[in-house]
C-alpha cells in the first residue's frame, strides 16, 4: 500500500507540472534558409515586464543553439503573445445523499472544487517569414503559473518552457 501511494503522488506531480506544446507549420516551406532573425518592434507580449526580459534571455540562447543570429535584416520575424488564465479546478470533493424506500430511489451529488486558482501560462510564438510577409511556424505552449515565484524559479521555469517550445523546431517536413 506504501508503494501505491508513493507511485500515485509521483504521478500527480508530474502532471502538476507539464508542459504542453501544439505547433504547425507551412509543409512547402524550407526552413533550412532561415538563419537570421529579429522580433517584431511594436510587439504587445502580455507578458509582465522582467518575466519578459527573462523571456526573451531565454528565446535568444535557445534560437542561437539552433544555429539562428540576431540581425537588423532577419529572414524570420518573430511574434510573440502570452496570457494567463484560471484554469478549472481538478481536484473536487464529492459530496453526495441518497435515498430510497420500496424499490424507489433517488440522489444528489455535488463535487466542491478544492485549493485555490490552477492559473496557467500560454505562450504563442509565431514566425513571420520577412522577405514573403507570411507565417512559416508556429507554437503554443502552456504551464502551470505560479504568481509570487521567487525570480530564479520564474527564469528556470521560462527557459523550460522555451526549451520545451523550440524542442521540434525545425520541423521535419515531408513533402
Sequence with gaps: MKYITTLLLALLLVSCGTIKVHYDYERETDFSGYNTYNYFTDMQTGIPELDEKRFFKAM??????????????????????????EARSRNTVGVGLGGGNAGLGGGVS??????????????????????????????????????????????????????????????????
Design 60 to 85: 535568444d540562447i535557445t534560437l542561437q543553439t539552433k544555429g539562428l543570429k540576431f540581425s537588423e535584416e532577419p529572414d524570420i520575424l518573430i511574434d510573440v503573445k502570452s496570457i494567463i488564465y
Design 110 to 175: 455535488l463535487g466542491i472544487p478544492v485549493g485555490g486558482p490552477n492559473l496557467t501560462r500560454e505562450i504563442e510564438i509565431n514566425f513571420i517569414d520577412a522577405r514573403k510577409d507570411a507565417m512559416v511556424w508556429q507554437a503554443i505552449g502552456t504551464q502551470p503559473y505560479k504568481e509570487g515565484a521567487p525570480p530564479a524559479v520564474k527564469e528556470e521555469k521560462m527557459q523550460e518552457l522555451i526549451s520545451k517550445i523550440f524542442d521540434k523546431y525545425p520541423p521535419k517536413t515531408k513533402n
